[in-house]
């Protein structure tokens, strides 16, 4: 298939386009990988230039309590063991009364950044004006209980630029349409004043307050029935010193901090939230001090582990693709339509979960022998295994440690052989 310049493929139907897209995907894969007419419709509607949907496998983590009630968690993502350590922290967590979590309000900035300005100008930027102008626009907003809560204005030495910066309570929302509108409704006010030229109106996604937190403490007892031949004593010590080791080793804060994404971005996306400003703004958080470090912190404390993780966690219940996604509204609906608040709370249990399960992992038995019981199953299902089959063979081929295609496709002949008698 020759790809089209780039003129004639924008001309093409978006049926066109589908069918173009759709002769990359192998036969025996069409069902799987390309849109139904309604999944079409709305991957349509959700982006521009929509070809299909990107299947990405769905589960549900049970086991979480999180502030005194049962949580079932939906998680979307490629990668097997996630969904499976993120129940099994929660479960053993749960053992100790489970999290803990609270969340600060949702509050968003945007900036307008004005340059051929002077710093000067800043004393002529009249926030009750803003205020005035901004009304109209955060009307909606307020009704819900939301709106502006701040201005702040100051200079930029090393690019002279001026910087305004709008706090604003988006309530439920991600609410980066309505604080970049919120922007550029006080651009021209501000460049009359200033004397000077927009470069630029963004929402930062730092969001830096709108934090969200989640604890737990896990006596010795409680922990000890899951530390294979260590002590609990000994794997709470080991653990607080893979935390520290994070913090420490920037090498090691990448990783560590990925695998606390790992069940948060799998939340965000299973609610269709924005995956790549949830990593961003906590990478950065856990970059504040100027060096990567930990977003979780664990401590030995009377008789037991305890474990906290806060980060900036900008989640949104309505607004985007949140609303039109059934997937999404589905996963809300299990989730027990939480606000946003509520829902990154939530996050946050998860990200702990996430973090503690793969700690606990590392410093006693190792990730790998879990991993690789998943890898065996994916061969089995290279080899052609479906459903029970393929859990059947791979857990053969861990036991033999032996992951060919080769041995997965004779085990596969026998099993069949067998159940045909
Ligand atoms: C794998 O996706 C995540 C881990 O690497 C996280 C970690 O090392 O802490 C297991």
């Avoid at 897209?21 to 349509?44: H, M, P, R």
């Avoid at 005194?68 to 993502?77: D, E, F, Q």
Wanted: charge should be neutral.
């Amino acid at each position: 298939m020759n790809i089209p310049a780039s003129s004639t493929f924008r001309k093409l139907t978006p049926l066109e386009k589908k069918a173009f897209w759709e002769s990359f995907i192998d036969k025996t894969g069409l069902s799987v990988a390309s849109a139904s007419q309604e999944q079409f419709n709305l991957a349509d509607i959700l982006v521009e230039q929509a070809v299909g949907i990107c299947v990405v496998p769905l589960g549900l983590a049970s086991g979480f309590l999180i502030d005194g009630k049962a949580y079932i968690i939906p998680l979307a993502v490629e990668e097997p063991s996630v969904i499976a350590a993120a129940g099994y922290g929660a479960h053993i967590i749960a053992q100790g009364g489970g999290f803990t979590t609270r969340a600060e309000a949702s509050i968003a900035e945007s900036y307008i950044y004005i340059e051929q300005s002077d710093i000067s100008a800043l004393e002529h930027i009249d926030t009750a004006k803003l205020r005035n102008l901004l009304a109209p626009v955060l009307a909606r907003l307020e009704n819900r209980g939301g709106g502006l809560r701040d201005i702040k204005t100051y200079w930029l030495h090393e690019t002279k630029l001026i910087a305004v910066e709008l706090a604003i309570d988006v309530c439920d929302a991600m609410g980066a349409n309505i604080v970049n509108t919120a922007a550029e409704t006080v651009k021209p006010y501000l460049e009359s004043v200033t004397k000077g030229k927009a470069l630029m109106c963004i929402l930062s996604n730092a969001s830096t307050n709108r934090k969200a937190q989640a604890e737990f403490f896990l006596p010795f007892e409680k922990l000890a029935p899951f530390c294979k031949g260590f002590s609990a004593e000994d794997t709470a010590r080991r653990i607080v010193l893979a935390t520290q080791l994070a913090n420490e080793d920037p090498n090691r804060a990448v990783t560590h901090n990925k695998g606390i994404m790992n069940g948060i971005a799998a939340l965000a996306l299973a609610t269709m939230n924005d995956t790549r400003a949830i990593e961003a703004q906590a990478h950065a958080w856990s970059a504040r001090n100027g060096k990567l470090e930990s977003l979780s912190d664990f401590s030995v404390q009377a008789g037991g582990l305890y474990g906290k993780l806060e980060l900036p966690l900008a989640c949104g219940t309505v607004g985007g693709s949140i609303d039109l996604h059934p997937g999404a509204q589905a996963a809300l609906k299990l989730l027990g339509n939480p606000d946003s608040r509520q829902l990154a709370r939530i996050a946050a249990a998860v990200g702990l979960a996430q973090n503690f399960a793969a700690l606990l992992a590392l410093v006693t038995t190792g990730i790998q022998s879990g991993h690789m019981k998943y890898h065996a199953a994916r061969i089995a299902y290279k080899a052609g295994a479906r459903g029970e089959e393929a859990r059947t063979i791979g857990a053969q081929l861990a036991l033999e440690k032996n992951y060919s295609l080769e041995r997965a496709q004779e085990l596969l002949c026998k099993l069949r052989e067998n159940l045909n008698g």
